[in-house]
């Protein structure tokens, strides 16, 4: 029985949720920078810490290589990016 429960307890952790990234906390900084700049806003809640992507270790995954992309993309389209977009 504990070992049931052991494997229970360890499934249920490795399915838990994982932190924001590095890469989604920049670019979430980033575009409210940019959404201030311009007056447009941006629904970018689920790249966000406590959002959607962090669900699983899957999902931040592919949320991870968006946000790294987007902000790449950003840094390349955009000559007056503010501060916050910065590498």
């Known amino acids: 029985m504990r070992f049931v ?3 229970a307890l360890a499934l249920l ?6 932190e924001q990234s590095p890469e989604c906390a920049a670019w ?3 575009i409210q920078a940019r959404d201030a700049q311009t007056g447009v806003p ?3 809640a689920r790249f966000e810490a406590g ?6 270790a899957e999902g931040a995954e592919l949320c991870t290589t968006a946000c790294a992309s987007g902000l790449d993309w950003m840094r390349r389209a955009y000559d007056d990016l503010p501060e916050a977009c910065a590498p």
């Open 5 to 7: 429960l052991g494997a």
């Open 42 to 44: 941006t629904d970018n």
């Open 13 to 18: 952790t490795a399915c838990g949720a994982v």
């Open 51 to 56: 959002g959607a992507c962090w669900g699983g």
């Open 28 to 30: 979430t900084r980033c």
